[in-house]
């Protein structure tokens, strides 16, 4: 079955630094996404992402963080200055759009811990 | 706004009996889709069932099924028989109906379920 990728598994950073977390979305899936999961608390959505460019972000998203798909596999978030708060479990999904398929196809990846110290 | 609500933060079942985990939504859309997520201790988010809002019929899978009230937007996780391996967080999730090709998925805050032998 068709999985989303996502590396590193877990990633240590010192406050200040930037991180890139990737995501290798599933090969036909259009529309993608970044989530994040702060120990303990609930899935936000953080970002959605088609043809190139940003469909929706939430209020998490500020000018901090970014999104790229730079070579039509891959698909980052990158958080310029990180701080403590960012310390969190950040899950990435895709989807094939395809709303006349009952199957959605919205799929998650296993996820990227972010520690920042 | 969509919000989802699980009020239940913990529950525990003996093992092969049977549990109800408890979700209501609030939307102003007439079509959407509801979801449960299980999330054991890898912290992977796995799909464990959904539902069609235009559907009458509750969705089952296997041990799993729902029962939803579209009036009453309440939408409830039965897990029968319930195993070892069920004990997980459990999210109830929301997303926009059939016309959006593309949108974010809205979580509850989650249920711990733990399971006792």
């Known amino acids: 079955e068709p999985e989303v990728t996502q590396t590193p598994s877990h990633q240590v950073t010192q406050m200040g630094q930037e991180v890139i977390l990737r995501c290798v979305p599933i090969?036909?899936?259009?529309?993608f996404y970044w989530y994040r999961q702060i120990l303990g608390q609930k899935v936000e959505f953080l970002v959605s992402?088609?043809?190139?460019?940003?469909?929706?972000k939430s209020e998490i998203f500020d000018d901090q963080f970014s999104v790229e798909r730079p070579d039509g596999s891959n698909f980052t978030l990158k958080i310029r200055s990180t701080k403590l708060e960012d310390s969190a479990m950040y899950f990435c999904?895709?989807?094939?759009?395809?709303?006349?398929?009952?199957?959605?196809?919205?799929?998650f990846g296993s996820g990227t811990r972010l520690t920042v110290v | 706004a969509q919000t989802v609500t699980q009020s239940q933060p913990e529950m525990s079942v003996q093992e092969a009996e049977t549990v109800t985990l408890s979700c209501t939504y609030d939307t102003s859309e007439s079509d959407y889709y509801l979801f449960w997520y299980k999330q054991p201790p890898s912290r992977q988010m796995i799909l464990v069932i959904r539902?069609?809002?235009?559907?009458?019929q509750n969705a089952t899978e296997n041990r799993f099924s729902v029962n939803f009230q579209k009036a009453a937007k309440s939408f409830s996780l039965k897990i029968s028989d319930s195993q070892l391996g069920d004990a997980a967080m459990y999210f109830c999730a929301y997303r926009r109906g059939r016309t959006e090709r593309d949108d974010k998925i809205i979580f509850g805050k989650g249920t711990r379920l733990h399971i006792l032998p």
């Open positions: 999904a895709s989807s094939d759009g395809d709303t006349e398929d009952h199957n959605y196809g919205y799929t």
């Open positions: 090969s036909n899936h259009l529309y």
């Open positions: 992402f088609y043809n190139n460019e940003i469909s929706e």
């Open positions: 539902q069609e809002a235009y559907k009458q």
